[in-house]
């Protein structure tokens, strides 16, 4: 049987089609693993000290967060966590921030844990951005340091944009939701299905604040390389930090990621002298 041309293409076309259905319909579970938590439930953490705060953004939609207090603190940390679980499991990761002597909020985005309402990418940004100004109301901008990890990354470089905060901070991040698609289906015009692009990259253009990149080399979900990328938008104000054979779920396991940490939130900027270095030598003469 012979098959023409226009018969293959509508073949291609029709398949295309379907999986684009697919990433429209479903890419809300391929993005989100959410984990929802009765309305009594109540969060502990060993060597912590957390206060449950839930607020209503706008009609309809309830935000869950806990804010990990410090005796003194030298500022704050809006941790911003990936797309899987709830703060319930996640909370624990605060205790990398009150150690080296800083508050932490950490929210649960719409559909996770105790937060309620319609889940979409602009509803989320207005909810990153509400959060941020009610931490203005008991911190100054110059304290306040805004970490983003893995999916949390997009909405944090947002908030730096649009902000004024100290510092960003992003863990493992992704370049876009639509860079990782194609990485995966790289024949696939995801672009007129998806509907929540979380453009990373675009946002770093125009924070104005130091970003710090961490990133490790065994990646296997988002690879080191998306991270070099992600550092040459803004090299100016960028330093990637690259721990060495960490991957994307354990990057906080290995000593190397607290010692960067402590590097980063002890940093003093000294201004370089190029006269006093090598940074005009060559080796041709």
């Given at each position: 049987?012979?098959?023409?041309?226009?018969?293959?293409?509508?073949?291609?076309?029709?398949?295309?089609?379907?999986?684009?259905?697919?990433?429209?319909?479903?890419?809300?579970?391929?993005?989100?693993?959410?984990?929802?938590?009765?309305?009594?439930?109540?969060?502990?953490?060993?060597?912590?000290?957390?206060?449950?705060?839930?607020?209503?953004?706008?009609?309809?939609?309830?935000?869950?967060?806990?804010?990990?207090?410090?005796?003194?603190?030298?500022?704050?940390?809006?941790?911003?966590?990936?797309?899987?679980?709830?703060?319930?499991?996640?909370g624990?990761?605060?205790?990398?921030?009150?150690?080296?002597?800083?508050?932490?909020?950490?929210?649960?985005?719409?559909?996770?844990?105790?937060?309620?309402?319609?889940?979409?990418?602009?509803?989320?940004?207005?909810?990153?951005?509400?959060?941020?100004?009610?931490?203005?109301?008991?911190?100054?901008?110059e304290?306040?340091?805004?970490?983003?990890?893995?999916?949390?990354?997009?909405?944090?470089?947002?908030?730096?944009?649009?902000?004024?905060?100290?510092?960003?901070?992003?863990?493992s991040?992704?370049?876009?939701?639509?860079?990782?698609?194609?990485?995966?289906?790289?024949?696939?015009?995801?672009?007129?299905?998806?509907?929540?692009?979380?453009?990373?990259?675009?946002?770093?253009?125009?924070?104005?604040?130091?970003?710090?990149?961490?990133?490790?080399?065994?990646?296997?979900?988002?690879?080191?390389?998306?991270?070099?990328?992600?550092?040459?938008?803004?090299?100016?104000?960028?330093?990637?930090?690259?721990?060495?054979?960490?991957?994307?779920?354990?990057?906080?396991?290995?000593?190397?990621?607290?010692?960067?940490?402590?590097?980063?939130?002890n940093?003093?900027?000294?201004?370089?002298?190029?006269e006093?270095?090598?940074?005009?030598?060559?080796?041709?003469?």
């Open positions: 049987m012979k098959i023409d041309i226009y018969t293959i293409i509508g073949i291609v076309l029709g398949f295309t089609l379907f999986i684009g259905l697919v990433i429209y319909f479903f890419q809300h579970k391929f993005f989100f693993h959410a984990e929802m938590l009765p309305p009594d439930f109540k969060f502990a953490y060993d060597n912590l000290k957390a206060e449950e705060v839930i607020v209503e953004p706008e009609p309809g939609a309830k935000i869950n967060y806990l804010h990990f207090i410090v005796d003194q603190p030298k500022g704050v940390v809006i941790y911003l966590k990936g797309n899987t679980k709830s703060i319930k499991g996640w624990k990761f605060a205790i990398d921030f009150t150690r080296l002597g800083y508050d932490v909020i950490m929210m649960d985005y719409r559909g996770f844990g105790k937060s309620t309402g319609k889940r979409t990418v602009e509803a989320m940004k207005r909810d990153c951005q509400f959060i941020y100004d009610l931490v203005k109301k008991q911190f100054s901008e304290s306040i340091v805004v970490y983003g990890r893995s999916l949390g990354s997009g909405f944090a470089a947002r908030l730096a944009a649009k902000n004024n905060p100290r510092l960003l901070i992003l863990t991040p992704l370049y876009s939701l639509l860079r990782t698609i194609h990485r995966y289906l790289p024949f696939m015009p995801a672009k007129p299905f998806l509907r929540y692009n979380i453009p990373t990259f675009h946002y770093l253009k125009n924070v104005r604040c130091p970003i710090k990149i961490i990133h490790g080399s065994d990646d296997g979900l988002v690879p080191l390389s998306t991270a070099v990328d992600l550092s040459e938008i803004n090299p100016d104000l960028t330093r990637l930090y690259v721990i060495l054979k960490a991957g994307h779920i354990n990057i906080h396991q290995f000593e190397e990621y607290h010692r960067v940490m402590e590097e980063i939130f940093e003093r900027n000294v201004p370089i002298d190029p006093k270095t090598s940074i005009g030598y060559s080796h041709r003469n």
